[in-house]
């Protein structure tokens, strides 16, 4: 006695992409931020108000080195597309960029990394995705710089020189240290590192 088949809902529609699924995140839920990376989803919730405050500390020096102008720009959560999967992208939380960004649309509003000069992540809950899983990925990509900003265990964390999956150069920096980054990224910019971290933790009341 021959078993009946059992019946596909959908057959004969194209199967759902990881992009499709990201994009209904994003819809159900404002602020989440979806990425794939390695085939694989990772969603962060909506960043704090620490996180955000960091992010415009930040900023600020690499306004002041006139990277915003000129031959590159300073962005926040832009898409870069990742050459680790078919649908693979990531959203730095701070970039410095070609000014050409414009004519490098790849697809799903992410961008050829060969326009990153930059990529900097301030960590939030899931940080061990901002240390081991990004570093494969940009490094992957090609990114010359990746910044961490480690609320987590108080460090800033520099990688240069990208090989294959990993960067040759790790530095992690402590509050009390300014940081030179590299020339290569358009200016000279100096991190105080006991600055950002302290924007990072949350204010409390006296």
Known sequence: MSAASVEQPFHDEEPVTLTTIADEIMERHPGYRVEIIGGHLLVTPSPDAPHARALTKLMRPFIAAGLDDGETEV???????????GEDYAIPDLVVVDADIDDHLVENNAY???????????????????????????????????????????????????????????????????????????????????????????????
Do not use: M
Not at 75 to 85: R, S, Y
């Open 75 to 85: 962005l926040q959560n832009v898409g870069l597309w990742l050459p680790t999967g």
């Open 112 to 206: 050829d990394p060969a326009c990153f000069r930059l990529v900097l992540e301030v960590t939030s809950g899931n940080w061990k995705d901002d240390l081991k899983t990004k570093v494969a990925a940009y490094a992957e990509a090609k990114v010359p710089v990746y910044v961490v900003v480690d609320r987590k265990h108080q460090r800033l964390h520099v990688l240069t020189d990208p090989v294959g999956s990993g960067y040759e150069n790790h530095r992690p920096h402590a509050p009390g240290e300014l940081v030179s980054l590299p020339d290569s990224i358009g200016a000279k910019v100096t991190l105080d590192v006991a600055e950002i971290l302290t924007a990072g933790r949350a204010r409390t009341s006296d």
